[in-house]
């Protein structure tokens, strides 16, 4: 190995120390900054707050430092600031709640720092344990069939809350399975594709204008769209639905290179949903919530049929407040979005408290660590790797894009998390898990790039 390239891990590793310097003193600052804007005085919790972000910032660096020197020197930064934003957000709208008795809204910021404790010992047991991401290749139908019971196990033992059945209760706690099924759905597709992927970019008949692909090889996809469906029917889940099928169509495109499979993922998507929003009450009431927000404000006999919600409507006025800058964080009213302020509709408080140029901050970071993420993928030179790299990828912005296009009023809403930001241990922990396997991935695809 050349001298340049044993230098370059500790170059990567500086890089990063000094990225996650930065993101702790920004969740500081914004910390403290919304303790002053709201009570006129710094937080009691400020300290306490400033060493756990330490920590959570240092601990997983020294492990990436012995156990991943070679990882993508921007991911964990990324990743960590984001989490660090969203705990701030979480304790402004503590404060809000705490003032707000009529909501009955629980403190969720200190929950939320535990499970980000949680999160990283979970990211930090990967990288210590799995070496090599080509291990997990082996277990891939294991993978699935767990996957397959945890995407189905709502439907019959979850609990329906806010509409949709996608928790399950154990005790004071609540699982969010779909969470988790995003990343073993991805192990199992990058698995499958590899070995199938020459089957599966086999030309087929062409019908106006547009290759297909042969009918036989169009059942993984039809299965897929089947269980997606099942998914939104039974668990009216329409977030995990569209996740689950997009990112499966995503990877089928990039391991085959075929336009035909994309065009017959996105007509199979809107078939589905069609059927499913004109028949089943919750999806079609988002539907109209999406169709008509200000109609919330009508004399009930005169608002469409299943439109009860004016989330959609507060939403739009809380981004239409923000402006350009914002008011200011501690200086918004939340309360008015209601009860998923700090869940689905956190990043409302983001575009009213910080405006268009918040708003654009938060959905660039976003951008940036799937950007990180596939390019980690370009590097990899094992078809699994990368294939799995697109994948994890590919959940993050969906997800995303199903959150912020729904509080926006681009589509329905979904009910879904914003990653990172918005309340919730399962959604929280996941993503850090897909932290581990991308600095896992890239780490082993710079290994293999440097000469011997």
């Not at 029917?233 to 495109?253: A, H, N, P, Q």
């Not at 989330?311 to 809380?318: V, Y």
Request: charge should be positive.
């Amino acid at each position: 190995m050349t001298f340049a390239a044993l230098a370059q891990a500790p170059d990567r590793r500086r890089t990063e120390a000094w990225l996650l310097a930065l993101a702790v003193l920004i969740a500081d600052f914004g910390y403290a900054i919304t303790g002053l804007s709201m009570t006129g005085r710094l937080p009691g919790g400020l300290a306490g707050f400033a060493v756990s972000m330490f920590f959570v910032a240092l601990v997983p660096h020294l492990v990436l430092r012995r156990y991943a020197p070679r990882a993508d020197p921007l991911i964990l930064p990324l990743a960590t600031l984001l989490t660090g934003i969203g705990l701030v957000l979480l304790h402004r709208l503590d404060l809000t709640y705490a003032q707000t008795p009529r909501l009955k809204i629980a403190e969720a910021a200190s929950g939320q720092l535990v499970w980000t404790v949680i999160g990283v010992a979970v990211c930090i047991a990967i990288l210590l344990v799995l070496r090599d991401h080509r291990i997990l290749q082996r277990y891939i139908y294991l993978t699935m069939v767990v996957a397959l019971v945890l995407l189905m196990a709502p439907a019959f033992f979850g609990a329906d809350m806010y509409g949709a059945k996608r928790w399950i209760l154990l005790g004071p706690l609540s699982l969010q399975p779909g969470e988790f099924v995003k990343i073993m759905i991805s192990v199992f597709f990058a698995g499958y594709l590899t070995v199938n992927r020459d089957a599966l970019a086999l030309a087929g008949r062409r019908v106006l204008g547009v290759q297909l692909p042969p009918g036989r090889q169009l059942a993984p996809i039809f299965t897929i769209w089947v269980i997606s469906l099942l998914v939104l029917v039974f668990e009216r889940d329409l977030g995990t639905s569209l996740i689950f099928f997009g990112v499966f169509v995503i990877m089928l495109y990039m391991a085959t290179e075929r336009t035909s499979w994309v065009l017959c993922g996105l007509a199979m998507a809107a078939v589905g949903a069609t059927v499913v929003g004109s028949i089943e009450p919750h999806v079609k009431g988002r539907i109209m919530a999406w169709l008509h927000p200000m109609d919330i404000f009508l004399p009930k006999d005169r608002r469409p049929p299943g439109l009860i919600s004016e989330q959609a409507a507060q939403a739009l006025f809380s981004f239409g407040s923000g402006g350009i800058s914002g008011s200011g964080l501690g200086q918004g009213h939340p309360e008015l979005v209601g009860f998923a302020g700090n869940s689905d509709f956190i990043l409302t408080t983001v575009g009213e408290e910080m405006g268009l140029a918040g708003v654009m901050v938060v959905i660039m970071l976003y951008v940036l660590l799937a950007q990180r993420g596939l390019r980690v993928a370009l590097t990899a030179r094992d078809p699994f790797g990368k294939l799995l790299a697109v994948g994890l990828s590919g959940a993050l912005l969906l997800q995303v894009f199903v959150v912020a296009g729904g509080v926006t009023g681009l589509i329905p809403l979904t009910g879904k998390a914003l990653p990172f930001l918005a309340k919730g241990g399962s959604s929280l922990v996941a993503n850090w898990v897909m932290v581990a396997l991308l600095l896992r991935i890239s780490d082993h695809a710079q290994r293999r790039r440097e000469p011997a």
